[in-house]
């Protein structure tokens, strides 16, 4: 079974994806990573995450930035959203997206393009979502847990200009797939999200469209 998760940034697309993997005894991609990846080792070559042979330079990234904490700051995610509009990093980020989906007994992968692009045949499709500001106040949260405070108004002003760049762009853009589930879970808290998700999934499981 494949289950194809996608949405905005800090929608909780992450935490419901890894949450359906443990429900339904499923490996799980989480994409943005290998963007992440891929905008940091540019970072690392001191290159131009606009620039489209820069970005394509940093797909041979080593396997090991996967676990590198820094993919995880926040202006990786804006490195990851730059070098994702190359259409030769998406090509190059591919193959191994199309491995981990086709791999035997299925697989979760959460981002921005698998019910669009990735797996477009996935057995059921989640886009998660939440409102601007409930998202920039989750992830405002969050960043004054780690102590680092930018204040919520710029928080907001980066989620708003990376939605602007995520479905703005021309080749695979952030889009909700037409037979994909809406979960806004703006007034949900996590546990109603999950739990919203996997009674999805099941009821998608036992009556296939
Ligand atoms: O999910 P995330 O915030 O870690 O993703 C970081 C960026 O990577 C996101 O802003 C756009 C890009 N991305 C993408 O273009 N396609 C995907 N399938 C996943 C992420």
Avoid: W
């Avoid at 989480?30 to 606009?50: I, P, S």
């Avoid at 980020?93 to 035997?104: E, K, M």
Wanted: aromatic share 4%; hydrophobic share 45%.
């Amino acid at each position: 079974m494949i289950i194809a998760v996608d949405g905005p940034t800090a929608s909780g697309k992450g935490t419901i994806a890894r949450a359906l993997a443990d429900h339904f005894g499923l490996p799980v991609l989480d994409t943005g990573l290998l963007y992440r990846a891929v905008g940091y080792q540019t970072q690392l070559n001191h290159g131009d995450a606009d620039n489209a042979a820069d970005a394509l330079a940093a797909c041979d990234f080593p396997d090991d930035l996967l676990d590198d904490p820094a993919l995880r700051y926040e202006t990786t995610g804006g490195l990851a959203s730059r070098v994702s509009v190359h259409p030769a990093v998406r090509k190059a980020l591919l193959q191994r997206q199309l491995d981990f989906a086709g791999q035997p007994g299925g697989a979760v992968l959460d981002g921005r393009d698998i019910g669009t692009v990735i797996a477009p045949h996935a057995d059921a499709k989640l886009f998660v979502t939440a409102s601007a500001e409930e998202r920039a106040r989750r992830r405002h949260a969050e960043m004054l847990g780690r102590g680092v405070d930018i204040g919520y108004d710029a928080v907001l002003a980066d989620i708003h200009a990376r939605d602007a760049r995520d479905t703005g762009r021309t080749e695979a853009p952030l889009l909700r797939a037409a037979d994909a589930m809406l979960l806004d879970n703006s007034d949900m808290d996590v546990a109603e999200g999950i739990a919203a998700a996997i009674a999805f999934v099941a009821e998608r499981v036992r009556r296939p469209s």
